[in-house]
């Protein structure tokens, strides 16, 4: 059986746009091999009192990754010492980046992980202001735009005028 | 491998169709990468169930999916857009999309997932966090597996199904917001 739904929208649909500043932005490039076990080892050291906003991993070369991650600025240093710990064994550990601080942007809508458009114009909408994300991450039905200090509520604005927000 | 009271407790895992993985980095100054890979696809009407955009010094590194079924027109496309010294693309075919759930923003919960693939072998090209998932990128020929690893690795309902791609989304052209 076919279940078949239409709706019209004049401008792209959100369900609210949420904002959060004074965050740190951390990233690390890990070997996946020789690294991971032993960040897996200390992640007690955190457990649960640490939360991440973002995570994210990009695949660079061999068995190595980037990490991404997004968390309050007062996390920061435990954080970094998690990640740090992770390098211990490897010959060329090229160490854990931090910018802070940076902002947050997040939303989501119907479908937005099913439907084409979506992303440009959310990065047209920042494009228009001249805004660029540190990090963006779509996946599901939501988005998540990581920004330099002070140019969130811009983006903000400019995002509202291509997506509708209640 | 996880003891029994070592694993984590997650609600579920889904995973997607055959996926074309997209792997774009850009090496000059160009600031509007991500804008305009997403414009190119965009005009084709072409969907990305994953993006991912991280921005280091003068580059941008993107990785995003898009359906199996637009892989020749989407490859033609973005080749010959993203083509020259400046861009390097590559194209993963056959790959795919396993998300668990929720991830209770718990970094215990994402090393755990990653180990899954660091402890198999199975490459992760591209991963990202949303409302409550951890999705990430790998090989479509992997999924099976995966799910099996997972369910090892992490205590799920004991009536647990994993969720497979079912609705279809089309969209029809809806006017463009911005001007290029």
């Known amino acids: 059986m076919q279940v078949v739904a239409v709706y019209y929208e004049e401008k792209v649909k959100t369900y609210g746009l949420n904002q959060i500043k004074g965050l740190s932005l951390i990233s690390s490039v890990i070997d996946l091999q020789d690294n991971l076990a032993n960040v897996r080892d200390t992640i007690d ?18 068995t190595k990754a980037r990490l991404y991650f997004l968390v309050s600025s007062e996390n920061e240093k435990k954080v970094v010492e998690f990640l ?4 211990k064994t490897s010959t060329d550990a090229p ?72 | 491998m996880q003891t029994g009271s070592d694993r984590p407790r997650i609600d579920g895992i ?24 997403c414009g190119v696809l ?53 790959a795919g999309m396993i998300s668990i759930f929720p991830h209770q923003s718990s970094f215990k919960i994402f090393v755990h997932a990653l180990s899954v693939f660091a402890d198999s072998g199975i490459p992760v090209y591209g991963m990202a966090s949303s409302l409550s998932t951890l999705s990430f990128v790998t090989d ?22 994993p969720l497979r791609t079912e609705i279809k989304i089309k969209q029809v052209a809806v006017p463009q917001a911005h001007a290029d």
């Not at chain 1, 740090?84 to 390098?87: D, F, H, I, R």
């Open chain 2, 140 to 161: 479509f020929g992997a999924l099976e597996r995966l799910i099996c690893l997972i369910t090892e690795q992490f205590i799920l309902p004991p009536d647990h199904v």
């Open chain 1, 45 to 62: 050291s955190i457990q649960d009192q640490v939360k991440f906003l973002v995570a994210m991993l990009e695949e660079t070369e061999g």
């Open chain 2, 42 to 94: 965009a005009k084709e009407k072409i969907n990305m169930p994953f993006v991912s955009v991280s921005r280091r010094k003068n580059s941008v590194r993107i990785i995003c999916c898009i359906d199996k079924g637009a892989e020749r027109h989407g490859e033609e496309i973005l080749s010959s857009v993203f083509t020259g010294g400046g861009y390097s693309i590559k194209f993963i075919r056959n």
């Open chain 1, 95 to 166: 160490g854990t980046d931090v910018i802070s601080p940076v902002e947050l942007v997040y939303f989501q809508g119907p479908h937005f992980g099913d439907r084409w458009g979506i992303a440009y114009n959310a990065f047209g909408a920042l494009r228009k202001g001249e805004i660029r994300a540190l990090v963006a991450a779509l996946s599901g039905a939501a988005i998540f735009l990581v920004f330099p200090e002070s140019t969130s509520d811009k983006a903000v604005l400019c995002l509202k005028e291509v997506f509708e927000v209640p």
């Open chain 2, 14 to 37: 889904k995973v997607s169709s055959e996926l074309v993985a997209i792997k774009l980095q850009s090496t000059e100054n160009d600031i509007d990468t991500e804008y305009r890979l």
């Open chain 1, 84 to 87: 740090n710990a992770g390098a």
